[in-house]
């Protein structure tokens, strides 16, 4: 059982910078792979970055790749979402997830645990 929560959320101008974490519970953290996906109002919820277990793998979606950095701490059992230059189309709900399976990162249907969302608006 793996348990999830985000913080660092906020209103930001765009072109902003925002740091997203998630604090997980459990003693197996590292055998997890992180995501980060993100909803915006009346859209479907995306995928917008990964990690792996041990940090040494990453994957982002084409909308924020060069922007967005996944990072981790498995000694806190931390997650990290670094995000720079924001756009209002990044205005989203940013929710953190726990896999086992690497290898279905990019869909939501993969993961196993979530957390409860937190609020990110960029203003124009």
């Known amino acids: 059982q793996v348990q999830l929560g985000e913080s660092g959320g906020g209103l930001v101008q765009a072109g902003g910078s925002l740091r997203l974490s998630c604090a997980a519970s459990g003693r197996t953290f590292s055998m997890y792979h992180m995501g980060w996906f993100r909803q915006a109002p009346g859209k479907e919820r995306e995928f917008a970055a990964a990690?792996?277990?041990?940090?040494?793998?990453?994957d982002y979606a084409d909308s924020v790749k060069g922007r967005f950095t996944i990072s981790r701490d498995n000694a806190k059992n931390m997650v990290y979402l670094q995000m720079n230059s924001l756009k209002p189309e990044d205005t989203a709900v940013y929710y953190c997830?726990?896999?086992?399976?690497?290898?279905?990162?990019?869909?939501?249907?993969?993961?196993?645990?979530w957390g409860q969302g937190t609020q990110v608006t960029v203003s124009s």
């Open positions: 997830a726990a896999t086992p399976r690497y290898a279905s990162r990019r869909s939501e249907r993969g993961y196993d645990y």
């Open positions: 990690i792996s277990g041990s940090g040494s793998g990453t």
